[in-house]
């Protein structure tokens, strides 16, 4: 996903759910999701995640390339929200990309 706005990462709340669940299983700061605390914008690579950010004197800004490959199993539906709950206006663009397996579950 890339996002634009200074406060993006603090103000942006990721929420995940599996299948029916009534509760979040993912609930966290965008920012903090993807390991950039501050808001501050930085490049790197570990196994689950990656952010490719033009490097700015380490500026508080959200403009970065995220990624995340970590695995999160569902049954039926993964709904994922973002929440702005800060005053500033961005863009947001993602891609969710997913594969079906079938059922070995009785």
């Known amino acids: 996903m890339t996002q ?4 993006t990462f ?5 929420k995940c759910y599996w299948d029916d669940e009534k509760h979040p299983s993912v609930n966290v700061l965008l920012g903090d999701f ?3 605390g501050h808001s501050i914008a930085a490049s790197f690579q570990s196994l689950p995640f990656t952010s490719s950010a033009r490097v700015d004197d380490f500026k508080v800004t959200a ?19 973002l929440t702005n709950e800060g ?6 663009y ?13």
Do not use: H, S, W
């Open 4 to 7: 634009t706005g200074e406060t």
């Open 10 to 14: 603090r103000d942006v709340v990721l």
């Open 34 to 36: 993807f390991c950039l």
């Open 63 to 81: 403009n970065a390339a995220l990624n995340c490959y970590l695995q999160m199993p569902f049954r039926e539906a993964a709904p994922i929200e």
């Open 87 to 92: 005053t500033e206006a961005y863009r947001q």
């Open 94 to 106: 993602f891609y969710v990309d997913y594969e079906l397996y079938a059922d070995k579950l009785p």
